[in-house]
């Protein structure tokens, strides 16, 4: 089998270090995974590119909820790709939809035409349209690199019937990404069903901060209260785990 590509789901400059220690081949950069993944401060791309030159796709999603954007929404999304690509950025990460769901081509078209010559990938809004073939085709049409899919199901292994229909229906004109619930353990199932040669994934596991500690009472957060006290980051010795998953 030819070797595997291990893109990592990042939420912090941090956690792409780490990731790029931990063997993974490429870093999506977002802030607030929690919320699913907006995006990332340039300074948080700026302070990467000092420490590891790994190839890093950035998110380009200016809030919570959905993918049909205001305009105003979307002047951000394009100032904010601008700024990142200038940042050192090898590409980006975007997903445009109108209210019925389906894509919104001439976002679509304004975001690729804008990364140029660097990549991009139409992220998981592919698996909430309506009909992915429809919209699959549109996305090759327009000249995306590729699509981050978990096959319109809540995990890629759910999924894998239509990630590998994806795939059949590309031939090869745009990339299919199989990321959602991925581990160590399912990962080669996944990739025997599908067949496809690369997977998106976080390995993360929760880091202490005491600093609130005091008022334990106080929440920053909305209604879920999730801990003050710690956080989530990416952790190398998983992405090991599973970079020697793939090439055993």
Not at 216 to 229: Q, S, V
Request: net charge neutral; glycine share 10%.
């Amino acid at each position: 089998m030819a070797r595997i590509l291990v893109e990592a789901c990042c939420g912090s400059a941090d956690d792409a270090l780490e990731a790029a220690r931990g063997g993974a081949d490429r870093v999506e950069l977002n802030a607030a995974l929690f919320l699913g993944g907006l995006t990332p401060s340039a300074g948080s791309l700026k302070a990467l590119r000092e420490q590891t030159d790994i190839p890093v796709m950035v998110m380009l999603r200016p809030r919570e909820g959905g993918f049909c954007y205001t305009p105003l929404e979307f002047r951000s999304m394009l100032a904010d790709g601008r700024l990142l690509l200038k940042s050192g950025a090898n590409g980006l990460v975007f997903g445009c939809l109108h209210a019925d769901g389906t894509v919104d081509e001439e976002r679509v078209r304004a975001l690729v035409e804008l990364a140029g010559d660097r990549e991009t990938v139409f992220h998981r809004a592919i698996d909430v349209v309506p009909d992915w073939r429809a919209a699959l085709d549109v996305l090759i049409r327009l000249g995306v690199t590729r699509v981050l899919t978990s096959g319109q199901a809540p995990a890629a292994l759910y999924g894998a019937d239509v990630i590998a229909q994806m795939r059949r229906h590309a031939q090869g004109a745009i990339e299919i990404l199989p990321g959602g619930g991925i581990t160590p353990q399912n990962v080669r199932r996944l990739l025997g069903l599908t067949g496809c040669t690369q997977v998106h994934l976080s390995q993360r596991r929760s880091v202490s901060d005491p600093s609130t500690c005091a008022n334990p009472d106080i929440h920053f957060g909305g209604a879920l209260y999730p801990p003050e006290d710690s956080y989530k980051r990416t952790d190398a010795a998983r992405f090991r785990a599973m970079r020697e998953a793939l090439d055993q």
